[in-house]
């Protein structure tokens, strides 16, 4: 339990720019005012986030430490990893469907490649049946539309296929918002090249139990683990049915309140012992890049310690924020 805290203290801290990675003896430090990300120091970039209500801009750190540095000896479930709300929801994007931007809320600043170069291991997708395919799109009234749709699935997961060759010892889990048709994403899967890094549901802990060493599942190469939102998909499919293995809290606004780490509709009660890993989101329902420098900060901190203490006793496994780089 100790060495699962201080693996989770970590996470949190580096994300809310706590912890400094040392740089040059000329190079900014956490905290100094600097106009590029050149002038700061190793680890770290120029993130609009200054406090002195000028528009100041200070230098973070620019990715979380990896909970992995710590050993892989320990079971999956006793590892925290950052996660990213809407990881393909870029800023300025433009949408493949149309050649024009999207016109539709934007979560992240950087591609899902550089998410994962910057120690992101959790990532958050919305998939729907569009143009005779499977895209990444939200949606009004649970319809993708082509002002709405950002880019085919199938170009994400080559990202996250061309990461796991590059990278053979990290691990990586989607959770997917699921609006396809049975079958439609078993051919994008297969056709990314991404099935053989696949972590069975078999393998997967029925009853609240330990997963795999996370060891074990790198040597394995089992390093994709994947959830959907629909129920159906675990029997018809092969992929797990998120809320069998995670208890989730409220996602939005809801999911903000100081104090309260209340569980999604969908998921069971956040002290729930059947499942083995918790999703803690803290994000607000309208992403707001300037808004999260503050609640990527101290706010993240303190809903750790509410989400622990009402999940259990038990600290996040993925922690799921907007504007990641933003702290």
Not at 84 to 93: D, E, K, Q
Not at 122 to 142: A, P, Q
Not at 152 to 162: L, R
Request: glycine letters at 10%; a negative charge; proline letters at 5%.
């Amino acid at each position: 339990m100790m060495a699962r805290r201080l693996l989770l203290l970590a996470a949190a801290a580096s994300l809310a720019a706590t912890l400094l990675l040392p740089g040059p003896a000329t190079a900014l430090q956490v905290g100094d005012t600097c106009s590029a990300d050149a002038a700061c120091g190793s680890g770290l970039h120029c993130s609009a986030c200054g406090g002195g209500g000028g528009g100041d801009r200070i230098c973070t750190r620019a990715a979380p430490i990896d909970p992995a540095t710590h050993g892989t000896g320990l079971p999956f479930n006793n590892y925290s990893w950052l996660t990213t709300h809407n990881s393909f929801a870029l800023a300025g994007a433009v949408s493949a469907a149309t050649g024009q931007a999207v016109i539709t809320q934007t979560n992240q600043e950087d591609t899902v490649t550089a998410q994962l170069k910057n120690g992101v291991r959790g990532l958050m997708l919305d998939t729907y049946d569009f143009n005779n395919d499977v895209w990444l799109c939200h949606s009004f009234g649970g319809i993708c539309y082509n002002f709405t749709a950002f880019q085919p699935a199938i170009n994400v997961f080559k990202e996250i296929q061309t990461f796991l060759d590059a990278n053979p010892s990290e691990v990586i889990t989607i959770f997917l918002e699921d609006y396809t048709a049975i079958g439609s994403l078993p051919k994008v899967f297969n056709a990314s090249g991404l099935m053989k890094y696949w972590f069975p549901v078999a393998k997967m802990p029925k009853s609240g139990g330990n997963w795999p060493l996370l060891k074990d599942m790198i040597s394995q190469n089992q390093r994709l683990v994947v959830f959907t939102s629909k129920k159906s998909k675990e029997a018809s499919e092969g992929i797990a049915y998120e809320w069998n293995y995670v208890v989730e809290n409220q996602y939005g606004d809801g999911g903000m309140v100081e104090g309260q780490c209340p569980n999604r509709s969908e998921s069971p009660a956040m002290d729930s012992k059947s499942q083995s890993l918790v999703l803690m989101n803290f994000f607000t329902t309208d992403p707001s890049q300037t808004g999260v420098c503050g609640n990527n900060s101290a706010p993240l901190v303190s809903m750790l310690k509410t989400c622990h203490a009402a999940s259990g006793n038990r600290w996040p496994n993925f922690i799921a924020v907007d504007f990641y780089m933003v702290q």
